[in-house]
C-alpha cells in the first residue's frame, strides 16, 4: 500500500486497535485534555497522528500501518541507512545455496514477550502466515515461494519455483509474530494485543482514543532512551498543528504545507523529508469506462501532477511520472506528460462517468488532489463522481476488484526493490489486478530470475513503460514530502525515507 515503511531498524508509519494508559492531553476527536498538566520525565512519548489506526495485525496490514505495531514487532531482516538489508536483525545470515534455494539464519536466545520462542520455526510460520492468508497484502510477493522448513531450531530453508533475487529484501518488510499466541487469538484478537520481540510492549488502548507501548524490560538488543509511546490521532491538520502549538503532544506527524509552514513560524521544530512513498492513480482497464484504451490515455493525458504539486502543495512534493523508480531522485526512462488538448479530443463529446475513490484524510490533501485529478478529467468530457472511503474499506475492496474507475491511494515501496510495485500493483494476480497483461507476467518473472537488482534494472524499465506510457493503468502523481512537528526539548526522532519511525532514541 505499499498501502502503504526503513532505515534504522524499520520502527514505522500507523494503523491500530484500542484499550489504555493515562491521559496524555488529546480527546477521541482531537482537542486538549482540560485535566492534562503537561508531561512528566517518566510519562511516555505522546505521538499524534494523522489517522486513527486499523490494524495492529501485520500478516493482514497494510504496511502504512507500521508505526504503532513496529514498536512491539521486528522484521525478519533490518536494513541500513541506505535501505540494504543487514545482518542486525532477527536473521543474521543469509545465502543463496542454488539457484532457488535461500538458507537463512536465526539469531539465538530470542523470545517474545510471552515468553514463546522466537526461534526458526517462529520465523518460517510468520512467511507462510503471509504467503497463505487470504487477506495479506504481502501475498503477492510470496507466491513463488513453494517451501518453507526450518531443519533446526537456528536454520530457515526457502525455496521458490523459479529463481528469485529478492527473498531477502522481501523479508525486510515481514514482522515476527508469535506462532502459539497468533493461532490462539486470531487476526483480531492479536491486533488487540499485539506480542513481539521489539523494544517495547503493549500497554493498552482506550477504544477510539488512544494506544500505547511500554520499555520492553526482557529486549534482546538496546534498551530504548524513554519509558514508552502514547499514540493518538486527529484527522484534522489545524487540530494537529494546534495540540504540537500548545504542547499537548511531543510529536505531531504529517502536517501539510500549511500547518508546516505556520509552525515553523511560530517557532515550532518542524523536520521535512522527501520519501519513497509516491500518490497513484490506478485506472482499472477491466471495467468500463477504462477497458477501453483510447479512454485510459485520455485520463492520462488530462491529468496534470506538475499544477497538482505548484497548486495544492506551493511545491512542498514532488511531481514524479515514473510508477517503479522506488527510491528518492530517480527518474524513469520514459513518461507520459500533461497534454489536456489530445485528452479533449481522445473523449470527444459526451464523455463517460468515471468514479474516483480516494481513502479519506488518510494522505496529506487527499480530498484536494482527487478534486484537482476530477477537475481535469471534466474538462476532458469525463463526468465526474467521487467516493470517499476509511483506508481499511478502500483496501478490502482493492482486494476484492471492487473499485471501478480510479482509484488514488499511495504506492509505499517497504522493500526499495522495483518488483515492490510491480507484484504489488502490476502482475495479473497483484493486489490491484488493476492491468492484466500476460507481457507484463512475463517481464516481473524474467527479472526476478536475474541475479540481482542492476541486472533487473532495464527489464524494469520496460515494465515502467509498457504500464504507464503505453497501456496508462497508472498515472503516477508525486512523491510526498512529510514533515513533523516536535515540542521543545524533544530529539531523537529517526524518519526514515520509506516512511518509517524508530522511536527508541527519543527522549524530552
Known amino acids: 500500500m505499499m498501502i502503504m515503511k ?8 500507523a494503523l491500530a486497535t484500542a484499550l489504555a494508559v493515562a491521559s496524555i492531553g488529546v480527546t477521541a476527536c482531537g482537542g486538549p485534555d482540560p485535566a492534562d498538566s503537561g508531561p512528566s520525565s517518566s510519562a511516555p512519548i505522546r505521538a499524534l497522528l494523522a489517522a486513527q489506526p486499523a ?6 496490514g497494510a504496511r502504512s500501518a507500521q508505526i504503532v505495531w513496529a514498536t512491539m514487532l521486528e522484521p525478519l531482516i533490518n536494513t541500513d541507512a541506505d535501505l540494504a538489508p543487514t545482518d542486525t536483525g532477527l536473521l543474521t545470515n543469509w ?7 535461500w538458507t537463512f539464519t536465526v539469531r539465538p536466545d530470542i523470545s517474545f514477550s510471552n515468553g514463546e520462542k522466537a526461534d526458526a520455526a517462529a520465523v518460517a510460520n510468520t512467511i507462510t ?3 497463505d492468508t487470504a487477506a495479506s497484502p504481502l501475498k503477492s510477493y510470496f507466491g513463488n515461494v513453494t517451501s518453507i522448513e526450518a531443519p533446526d531450531a537456528g536454520t530457515v530453508v526457502v525455496q521458490t519455483k523459479t529463481p528469485q533475487y529478492n527473498i531477502p529484501d522481501l523479508l525486510t518488510t515481514v514482522y515476527l509474530v508469535p506462532p502459539k499466541y497468533y493461532q490462539e487469538k486470531g487476526s483480531e484478537g492479536f491486533a488487540a494485543a499485539p506480542v513481539g520481540t521489539g523494544p517495547y510492549v503493549w500497554a493498552g488502548a482506550n477504544a477510539g482514543r488512544d494506544i500505547s507501548v511500554k520499555r520492553n524490560p526482557d529486549y534482546w538488543g538496546a534498551a530504548p532512551a524513554n519509558e514508552g509511546i502514547t499514540f493518538t490521532w486527529a484527522n484534522e491538520a489545524a487540530q494537529r498543528l494546534a495540540l504540537i502549538q500548545s504542547k499537548s503532544v511531543d510529536i505531531s506527524f504529517d502536517l501539510p504545507p500549511a500547518q508546516a509552514t505556520a509552525a515553523r513560524s511560530a517557532g515550532v521544530e518542524v523536520v521535512s523529508t522527501e520519501t519513497a512513498m509516491k500518490i497513484i492513480a490506478f485506472l482499472d482497464s477491466t471495467k468500463a469506462p477504462f477497458d477501453d484504451p483510447k479512454l485510459r490515455e485520455a485520463a492520462a493525458l488530462a491529468i496534470d501532477r506538475d499544477a497538482i504539486v505548484k497548486g495544492i502543495f506551493d511545491g512542498h512534493a514532488v511531481a514524479d511520472a515514473g510508477l517503479l523508480n522506488v527510491r528518492p531522485g530517480q527518474q524513469p526512462a520514459q513518461q507520459v506528460t500533461a497534454n489536456p488538448a489530445r485528452a479533449k479530443e481522445l473523449v470527444g463529446g459526451g464523455g463517460p462517468t468515471v468514479q474516483i475513490t480516494y481513502p479519506a484524510a488518510q494522505y496529506t490533501n487527499i480530498e484536494e488532489v482527487a478534486q484537482a485529478v476530477g ?3 471534466e474538462q476532458a468530457g469525463f463526468t465526474v463522481k467521487y467516493e470517499s472511503l476509511d483506508y481499511g474499506t478502500l483496501v478490502k475492496r482493492i482486494i476484492g476488484r471492487q473499485v471501478p474507475g480510479i482509484s488514488i491511494f499511495a504506492g509505499v515501496p517497504n522493500v526499495a526493490v522495483p ?29 526476478l530470475q536475474q541475479d540481482d537488482a542492476e541486472r533487473a534494472a532495464p527489464i524494469y ?3 515502467n513503460t509498457i504500464g504507464v506510457v503505453e497501456k496508462h493503468c497508472y498515472v503516477p502523481l508525486y512523491r510526498q514530502v512529510f514533515n513533523y512537528a516536535t515540542a521543545p526539548g524533544v530529539s531523537g526522532v529517526v524518519f526514515g525515507p520509506l516512511n518509517t519511525v524508530d522511536f527508541t532514541k527519543t527522549t524530552r
Not at 526503513?6 to 508509519?13: E, K
Open 461 to 463: 524499465d520496460q515494465l
Open 129 to 131: 502466515l503471509t504467503r
Open 95 to 101: 545465502t543463496r545455496t542454488d539457484a532457488t534455494t
Open 419 to 447: 518488483d515492490y510495485f510491480v507484484s504489488g500493483f502490476m502482475k495479473t494476480q497483484s493486489l490491484t489486478g488493476n492491468c492484466p497483461d500476460p507481457r507484463l507476467d512475463a517481464l516481473a518473472q524474467e527479472a
Open 55 to 60: 490494524t495492529l495485525d501485520p500478516i493482514v
Open 375 to 377: 477537475g481535469s478529467l
Open 6 to 13: 526503513s532505515s534504522h531498524s524499520r520502527r514505522t508509519l
